[in-house]
């Protein structure tokens, strides 16, 4: 059974930094690419993040560059979201999602984490 479990989600100021975990059980974790997706209130989920299986592609969306940092460890089975200079607006559910494909298409991912909740205060 796959199992995507995140952590590090919270309550964070403006300009403030978090930064959110997601450990993965059930699967080969280096045969998939990992991403972060981040869906707010009332709103269509966003592709935040995707890192492919070796780490060497790396692609961010554009609300989030040079901000938000995704990185993984194959050894220990998890991937990692830095998200620093926090504005308001990336208050959301923060997914991680495994996939077969480096892509920004949330359809296409095959497994999903419960979620992760991110708010940021003005």
């Known amino acids: 059974q796959v199992q995507l479990v995140e952590s590090g989600g919270g309550l964070a100021q403006a300009g403030g930094s978090l930064r959110l975990s997601c450990v993965a059980s059930?699967?080969?974790?280096?045969?998939?690419?990992m991403g972060w997706f981040r869906q707010a209130p009332g709103k269509e989920r966003e592709f935040v993040a995707i890192?492919?299986?070796?780490?060497?592609?790396?692609y961010s969306g554009d609300s989030v560059k040079g901000r938000f940092t995704i990185s993984r460890d194959n050894a220990k089975n998890t991937v990692y979201l830095q998200m620093n200079n926090l504005k308001p607006e990336d208050t959301a559910i923060y997914y991680c999602?495994?996939?077969?494909?480096?892509?920004?298409?949330?359809?296409?991912?095959?497994?999903w984490g419960q979620g992760s909740l991110v708010t940021v205060s003005s």
């Open positions: 999602a495994a996939g077969r494909v480096t892509t920004r298409d949330y359809s296409r991912m095959d497994y």
């Open positions: 059930g699967l080969t974790f280096s045969d998939r690419a």
């Open positions: 890192i492919s299986r070796s780490g060497v592609s790396i």
